[in-house]
């Protein structure tokens, strides 16, 4: 429980620094600002490693198409939160839009161009969802969503929202689902972390243009080769 402590409170620490000595990334090209947010990721997982011993491992990453594609992520922790985005080249996140309210945390979260989803507003908000979407996959980069909308335990039957079956059928893109077991490390709500290793596996992507197993339609090829880990 100390080492938990001490990494939560090295954890705030180490962000606060990166925001106030970051802060002129705000008005850098976003590939900069994304470069930093990396390396900010990469030092709270080192944190993670020196401090509580916990590690992580991921497998499959030879199965990745080349961008753009969507990524479907399951959700058990804040971990994944931060440490799925050094995986990936330019990923885009689905968001709550309060988060793009809260004083830097949202002029931030706007300079990576993440993803805004209004909860309130369904129709409107699907549709900017949707709309903002697709100008990030047409920029090249991925898009990344946790299907169940929030923090999962591990062994919780699924509970998937519409947002993800919406976005795979606008995006017309391969959908790279993601399985990992954060939240037996890092549980929800919780300040303890428990050594060990979190397990990130990829799956096998899914190609644009399947439909439910009762649909006379068939899944298209991937028009994209895999790309190299």
Request: proline share 10%; net charge positive.
């Amino acid at each position: 429980m100390v080492r938990s402590i001490v990494f939560g409170i090295l954890f705030y620490v180490t962000t606060a620094l990166f925001v106030t000595v970051g802060f002129p990334f705000l008005f850098t090209p976003r590939k900069w600002s994304m470069a930093a947010l990396k390396v900010h990721a990469r030092t709270e997982l080192w944190l993670l490693k020196t401090i509580v011993g916990l590690d992580y491992e991921v497998r499959g990453l030879e199965k990745l198409p080349e961008p753009p594609f969507l990524i479907a992520s399951k959700h058990q922790s804040a971990w994944e939160t931060f440490a799925l985005i050094p995986l990936f080249r330019d990923p885009a996140l689905l968001m709550k839009r309060e988060l793009f309210w809260i004083p830097v945390h949202g002029w931030f979260s706007s300079k990576f161009q993440m993803i805004p989803v209004d909860r309130d507003q369904r129709t409107r908000g699907v549709r900017t969802m949707l709309r903002h979407a697709k100008d990030r996959a047409a920029q090249g980069r991925e898009i990344l969503i946790f299907p169940e909308g929030t923090r999962r335990p591990p062994g919780a039957p699924p509970a998937y929202k519409t947002g993800i079956a919406l976005l795979y059928n606008a995006l017309d893109l391969p959908c790279v689902p993601i399985a990992l077991n954060s939240g037996m490390f890092w549980a929800r709500r919780s300040w303890r972390r428990k050594p060990g290793t979190v397990i990130v596996e990829i799956l096998d992507p899914i190609p644009p243009g399947c439909r439910r197993p009762n649909s006379s339609a068939v899944c298209k090829r991937p028009s994209r080769p895999p790309r190299t880990a």
